[in-house]
DNA sequence: GATGAATGAGAGTTCATTCAT
DNA sequence: TATGAATGAACTCTCATTCAT
């Protein structure tokens, strides 16, 4: 899934770089080519369309959620360790690499095209699905708090996840993520728990 | 405060039907003059620039917020009924006016200019600080619970509605965000309560 | 001979400052109506269009030449010190109103339009005709040396007092425009002396 | 130094002749690409900005200049000879392509921009200095009166030539600029000799 | 694989001018 | 006399994309 060459990548991490630099009004054809120092055409070789790249973008997301949520799946912890897990997996690899915390949770810039908006669409039920299953399971096995629908309590942790990824952005990468997501995390942990 | 003629109002309101529609990509000054049925250089009677319509904008928003938390400091009510309040009628005013639901949670769109970025920053700092006042007072006099820091509670409060409004919005709609605001308010309430 | 309001007067020299601020460009119906503050239709009430406006500004000019003629004509003075008088008095004048110095000079803003072409082309002759008199007169009473055409010495002393000027002009106006051109017309005082 | 492409030269050309046609407000993106034959974009390819086509102009002039003085120096010939071969070749290279003369003498066109007055003053400078360091050594050697100051009579030599091109252009073209060009030399040579 | 040259479509903006009030 | 609102035409410039080489 997601099987690209190295002038694909190279073209897929200028683009989430330049779109963080600038919102999605800096990614050009003519930025991307300039970025890697190849002609405008020449990334027509490697893409058949800027929709096309845009896709790319969102399935090389798409493979990083799936490849991490496989690594957890297989880890013998705690259901709620499993979604403290995500949360601070998900703010390392921002910490990591900020331009991805631009891009990933800006679904804005990419409705105006239907399949981009559909494949945005999908990575977002997929990230919900995990967690809700995680929850549903810590609620049966009396780790996480009854009283409240799995459905909610997910869009709850879900929903702080992502304010906590743009206020981090907004305030120009000012704060250390890391510092920030556990302080949050440990704020729903309490929340939740039973 | 944010004191705008006939024209510039019929301007903003296209704008954000615009804006709704299609994204800041369909925000164009031919859309714009197209919308409203007058020509295009027409528009640079009632706004400088673009920029302008957009700054605009988001002071209207600012506007509307602080109406509705004047309103709401003046009530007789507990901290967490006020903070219900804010909470739901935003939901609401989103129901009765979707477009707004589109823009006022879609940073991503400003940033690119430095004084549209501030000015987003500065009204999700107001929205933070009403929040954040709200639930010390809530934790002061017991209403709510004192084991989180209200910092982080108001961090959680704010991501949730934000998450149910992008929920609303990538899903066209489709949902009654009135009925689900208020699932995810009962939830939040739960957990806060002391 | 150009009989101007003091709306009309007010308009053309706020326009031969703006067109000395920023070239004929600068000249705009808002510019003018901006920085007299008045409305851009009310100009029109004063003039028919903007050729019009440029028409009178060189009108304005041509009348002022013949005024300082007809004033060195009546005065009882030998001849070279009426070309002297010419020479001094157009630096002083620009001494007085440097946005006037750009504009006089600058034929190439109106070369356009016919009609304004021609009137520059009538004031050049205008000053030519003055000056080669003169030297005509000098010539024949012994003043001015014989041995070159007084065709040819008009226009040294026309090109030497109009580079003067631009010079002056392109170096922001950065030296006394009166004692430069005391000095050229030593120089040409000593070249066409007998 | 001034390397151009074909195309380059080519865009360059068309636009004096514009320039020449109709002045500045005659040099539009899309007259040059029409007077070509190509589209309007397609000028974007060659020159980065309008502002860039203006300086090439320049730079194309300035760079003539240099040769031309090059070439004099390298000859043995009286530094009197010199200038005159300065004065009659300006004017021979006018009448051979007319429409450099509209745009070698209207600096106007050009103090808009800062970057391009800087240029036109530094080719001034580069005349002026040119002319006068030929005066110097012809005041030193005796070919030239020595009575007034050399910088004076730089001037006086340059203004002449100017208002030589500017009367040649303003009355359309209409004489022989090389005849009237050596009519004016004779004069001045007779007003400098010793 | 890559490039230089080109293009149709369309962006934001400014212009001189008109007209109803 | 003056103005607010409007407009057609034109401006510089950028876009994604194509094609011959």
Redesign the pocket.
Known sequence: MADF?N?QMEIIDESIKLIAKGGIQE????NIANSIG?????I???FN???DILLSILSFFESNAKNLFQKIHSKNISNIKKIESIFLTHCKSFAENPPLATVIFSEEMFINEKVLAEKIFSIMKLHKKEIFELIKKGQKNGEIRNDIPSEQLSFVILGTLRLTVTRWRLSNFSFDIRKEGRKMWNAIKRLIAK
């Open positions: 060459t002038r990614l050009t054809i003519k190849i002609s405008e055409p020449a027509y070789r490697h369309s800027k929709i």
